[in-house]
């Protein structure tokens, strides 16, 4: 492997890295915050809101049917709308952060769903207000299951960058699309395959010691 290669998959690794941090960091304020009204918002729940409820959650299951691929080429006019441009990495920043937005959304309604309906109870038997409950009570006992959730979301947009790649980001899904697959370049191929396995397994790694730290405060 020449040594241009090897400098441009270095690149590429760095590309991917910026496009799922900024996007992951995007989309995961974002979706906690959807994900938090879509269970506060249900009946019977501390701001129960049928109406809003139903509206928000049509949104998220329609955002969540649409393939990646198609929804990055969908909002072309609104990337373009956004950066100036719908090609390079920073453009491929939006369709990723509007794909995980979703995802972020339901992962995050899980895990408080995890959270014991007495300790919720108990506060408003307190006086606490329902910002004090969601700051104090559900967040901090979902604590595990967001940060689970957080994980998975990183995870899913290294796959959703390498999809990026087909239509025109950069990244380790670009290499492995114009060298390896384009060039019938099969160590290419293996070798942006075997980064994205350890950028994974690393991410993984990480979230489950988070989950073990937090699970023992």
């Keep these: 492997m020449s040594s241009a290669m090897i400098e441009r998959i270095w690149n590429s690794i760095f590309e991917t890295l910026y496009m799922v941090a900024v996007s992951g960091l995007i989309s995961i304020a974002i979706g906690v915050a959807l994900g938090v009204a879509l269970y506060v918002t249900r009946p019977r729940q ?27 080429l969908a909002i072309v006019p609104f990337t373009k709308l956004l950066v100036g441009s719908f090609i390079g990495n920073t453009a491929a920043i939006v369709p990723l952060t509007i794909a995980a937005i979703p995802f972020v959304a339901r ?3 899980g ?8 300790l919720i109870e108990a506060a408003q038997s307190m006086g606490a207000t329902p910002r004090q409950i969601i700051t104090k009570v559900l967040l901090p ?18 796959g959703y960058s390498a999809m990026a790649g087909a239509v025109g980001a950069g990244g380790l899904g670009a290499i492995a699309i114009n060298y390896g697959y384009n060039r019938y370049n099969s160590l290419v191929m293996l070798i942006t395959v075997a980064i994205m396995v350890v950028l994974v397994q690393g991410i993984q790694m990480l979230g489950d010691y988070l989950v073990r730290r937090a699970n023992h405060k």
């Design 46 to 72: 501390i701001l129960a809101m049928p109406a809003l409820n139903s509206v928000l959650s049509i949104i998220v299951n329609v955002g969540r049917s649409v393939p990646f691929i198609i929804l990055a």
């Design 107 to 109: 992962l995050i309604e």
């Design 141 to 158: 006992e979902a604590r595990g299951g967001i940060i689970t959730g957080v994980t998975i979301t990183f995870i899913a947009l290294i």
């Design 111 to 118: 895990a408080l769903n995890e959270v014991q309906p007495g």
